[in-house]
């Protein structure tokens, strides 16, 4: 075995090398990041789950569950104004209709994103 970052053939420590992989069992699935089960289609109607916050940043928005306890970058400000305007518009095209046709299929992707990982959520 050797050390990340040490060159190849170097010699690792032997509590390194023999210490046995530790769990505390199999990792829960939110945090994994797995899909939600919900596919994200524009003509539906979508909201921020409740249990989601968000806090402006320079280069966007945090995004917190506190049901899963996942972060989240929102690493565009189109794509923030369009979550805050999910709970307000007929569905997720309305919202979507503010961004730059340029940014749109970004966009659209970082929502459909943010519904699968449970982030947003239908109405």
């Known amino acids: 075995m050797t050390a990340v970052g040490a060159p190849q053939g170097a010699p690792t420590s032997p509590a ?4 046995p992989a530790t769990s505390a069992g199999p990792t829960p699935a939110h945090a994994l990041g797995t899909a939600s089960g919900v596919t994200f289609d524009p003509a539906l ?3 921020l789950h409740p249990k989601v ?3 402006p940043e320079r280069f966007g928005a945090l995004a917190y569950s506190y049901d899963t306890r996942r972060l989240s970058l929102l690493k565009d400000v189109d794509l923030v104004a369009v979550v805050r305007a999910l709970g307000d518009a007929p569905c997720a095209a309305d919202a979507l209709a503010g961004v730059p046709a340029a940014k749109r299929a970004a966009v659209e992707r970082a929502l459909a994103r943010l519904v699968e990982t449970g982030f947003v959520q239908p109405r």
């Open 16 to 19: 390194t090398a023999t210490a």
């Open 45 to 47: 109607p979508y909201r």
């Open 53 to 55: 916050a968000l806090r």
